[in-house]
């Protein structure tokens, strides 16, 4: 393709060798100016790459500052022997400048853009808040312009991944009524209904499962979906997903569809994902690995000592659930180390970490070692599958938090043994989970639909499987759903269930909810009373789409994968948002209309 434009000739990743002898004219910015007594080199930067710029007239290249947007038109030469660069595409060539127009010139900086010395140097970023206002800066920089462009690459993968699968994109409108996806609504005043407001969708869920009732059959869409949830590490208020919807399928379709998708969306960056995608149970994966999305790049399971202590004199160990994690050559570490994994419990709202010792040459150590009974001390190291050498953390309580606890820290083991390799990518399936979870769980700070003991494990419109849909209502706690997760790397990638197309079973989930008729007719009863005229059976998925794109891109968060992503507290430093509106505006829109008052007039 030819980049040729108005104010170019050649974008600079064109001009190599072939060109040696032309004469081209370029544009971009200053990255760097250098100097040399008599001669300046300017590295000149485009949506391509750099290339460098010999100016031999000092009254040239002397206005020239860092950032400054110029056009330069030159004959290209081959650098002198010994001056090429080998990091550099265009590296064994310089363009000799002629003239040099400068388009716009760049305030002083605020921090450094150039990333010319990235070979050379580890560049120093500034704070994500100086980032984040200055993103337009921020995203100049080549690695930022390569997830940018990975992320679009990956959406023209994906689209056509669907396409060829007969998938119809299909818009929906964020100015909806909730759909609850057990976060808080953004709510938009309705200046035209005072008292009266919009809620923005937690994501696509009641228009997809329309559209099938629709007759769409295969809906798409990369849909912006909008949770007020408190701030938390990596979760945006906004974000993107891919969202996918399916008429006259089950769970399986779903899977091998999702499959596809996911293999095209790797393909991108050249890798081959092994199909089928391993699977595994919600159950095994909190047993195994202490994690709903068990990082499967490394081994290391967890293992359950319930029934091995369970006439333990330990009191501590006199617990619903005792587990253990073996953490393998670490039973030398001095004790503040061990004493570091104890505040590292701390901070995860456990008491601490009990630990024992394997040395080099038997003997077993550590705080939890004396309080065992011989026979325990005896058979411990066959028990947790440990050697002479090893370390083993042990946690026991309940059984949930105890396994969340060991699995976090299987993956701190793994984090610190360096094996959590980001260009290494292991999926799995996570399937059969419950349909319902605790609302009194104090570590879950999702926002319970309805108001019972119950609700829902993925959203109220996931089917129960099909030996529990008799008598999911009689045992909530252990009634199973159709739902699955697909997790890469430990992260949920994304997620989807069979959905409830038949009314009746509807009804009685949201009784379960604690919903009663009239609140689900007022929330969701559209959706409702759509199921009355011949709703096809239909299932579905998401995936997080900034996940998605970080974990390909190798990013460390998921601000790095989106142009303008909020800060904490939900802020945009770039813009100043949110912020507050003049008397004008706020009396406009109504938010402070008072029914009652109305009334009286
Ligand atoms: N709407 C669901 C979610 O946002 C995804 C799905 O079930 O398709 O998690």
């Not at 290249?61 to 660069?85: C, I």
């Not at 995608?277 to 709903?292: C, L, T």
């Not at 967890?302 to 670490?330: H, I, M, N, S, W």
């Not at 759509?530 to 390909?552: E, M, Q």
């Amino acid at each position: 393709m030819s980049h040729q434009t108005a104010y170019r000739t050649h974008h600079v990743d064109e001009v190599n060798e072939s060109l040696a002898g032309q004469k081209v004219t370029i544009a971009g910015w200053v990255d760097r100016r250098r100097d040399h007594g008599g001669v300046a080199f300017l590295d000149v930067r485009d949506a391509s790459g750099l290339v460098q710029v010999v100016v031999y007239d000092e009254e040239l290249a002397r206005p020239l500052r860092s950032e400054f947007v110029v056009q330069v038109t030159g004959d290209v030469r081959l650098r002198p022997e010994g001056n090429e660069n080998d990091h550099l595409a265009t590296g064994k060539v310089e363009i000799v400048a002629d003239t040099i127009e400068v388009l716009a010139k760049s305030a002083a900086l605020p921090f450094q853009v150039s990333t010319a010395l990235a070979n050379e140097t580890e560049q120093q970023l500034p704070g994500e808040e100086t980032r984040l206002k200055y993103r337009y800066l921020d995203l100049r920089r080549p690695q930022m312009q390569a997830n940018l462009k990975l992320r679009s690459d990956m959406a023209r993968a994906a689209r056509h991944a669907l396409e060829e699968m007969d998938f119809t994109e299909v818009e929906t409108p964020t100015f909806i009524k909730s759909t609850p996806e057990g976060a808080r609504d953004f709510l938009v005043p309705a200046r035209l209904v005072p008292g009266s407001w919009y809620a923005l969708p937690q994501s696509p869920q009641l228009l997809k499962q329309l559209l099938m009732v629709s007759g769409v059959e295969r809906y798409y869409q990369l849909a912006r979906c909008y949770r007020d949830e408190d701030f938390r590490a990596d979760r945006q208020p906004e974000f993107t997903q891919l969202d996918m919807e399916m008429s006259f399928v089950d769970q399986e379709d779903v899977m091998a569809m999702a499959e596809k998708v996911i293999a095209a969306i790797w393909k991108v960056a050249g890798y081959d994902v092994q199909l089928p995608i391993q699977r595994i149970s919600w159950k095994d994966a909190m047993d195994k690995y202490g994690s709903d999305k068990p990082d499967l790049r490394f081994g290391n399971q967890l293992v359950d000592l319930t029934e091995y202590f369970k006439d333990t004199p330990f009191r501590v160990f006199q617990a619903p659930y005792v587990g253990a994690v073996v953490y393998k050559g670490a039973a030398d570490l001095p004790r503040r180390q061990f004493d570091a994994w104890q505040e590292w419990a701390r901070q995860r709202g456990a008491k601490g970490l009990a630990y024992v010792q394997f040395t080099a040459d038997g003997v077993l150590k550590g705080p939890v070692a004396k309080n065992l009974s011989d026979a325990e001390r005896e058979g411990l190291k066959e028990a947790v599958h440990a050697e002479d050498g090893d370390a083993v953390f042990f946690a026991a309580g309940a059984k949930e938090s105890s396994q969340l606890l060991l699995g976090a820290a299987r993956v701190e083991i793994a984090r610190r043994e360096g094996l959590l390799d980001p260009k290494k990518f292991a999926f799995t399936w996570v399937v059969d989970f419950p349909l319902f979870k605790p609302t009194d769980d104090p570590d879950d700070d999702d926002v319970a639909v309805g108001h019972s003991k119950w609700t829902s494990m993925h959203h109220p419109f996931t089917m129960p499987s099909k030996d529990w849909i008799d008598t999911f209502d009689q045992d909530p706690e252990h009634a199973m759903s159709d739902s699955y997760d697909i997790v890469c790397n430990g992260e949920e990638m994304g997620g989807g269930s069979v959905r409830i197309h038949r009314d009746d079973i509807q009804d009685r989930v949201l009784k379960v909810l604690g919903i009663s008729k009239e609140e689900a007719d007022e929330k969701f009863g559209f959706l409702l009373e759509a199921f009355k005229y011949g709703a096809p059976p239909h299932a579905g998925i998401a995936l997080g789409w900034d996940r998605t794109v970080s974990l390909l891109a190798g990013t460390d968060t998921i601000r790095d994968v989106i142009a303008f992503p909020k800060a904490g507290g939900g802020r945009d430093p770039l813009t100043g948002a949110p912020a507050p509106i003049s008397d004008e505006q706020r009396a406009e829109t109504g938010v402070d209309y008072d029914p009652d008052e109305e009334d009286e007039d």
